[in-house]
């Protein structure tokens, strides 16, 4: 249950430096926490309709 019940798989653009990881996504849990992804917690099911009834790929910009 880490990753809640969807998960939004993210492409990186060719010029972000992941520092040699990968596998990144948007995703939900019980726990708040992630190893590099994005977590929405408790968010995670109103993002996950509203990305599906949109239907397209969006730019992501994340700033820590």
Do not use: Q
């Not at 990305?51 to 700033?63: M, R």
Request: with cysteine; hydrophobic share 35%.
């Amino acid at each position: 249950m880490s990753w809640g019940s969807s998960r939004v798989w993210l492409e990186p653009s060719k010029e972000t430096n992941t520092f040699g990881r990968a596998g990144f996504s948007i995703h939900g849990g019980w726990e708040p926490g992630s190893a590099g992804c994005i977590d929405l917690t408790s968010g995670m099911d109103d993002f996950a309709k509203w990305f599906k009834t949109n239907g397209k790929d969006l730019i992501l910009y994340v700033e820590y």
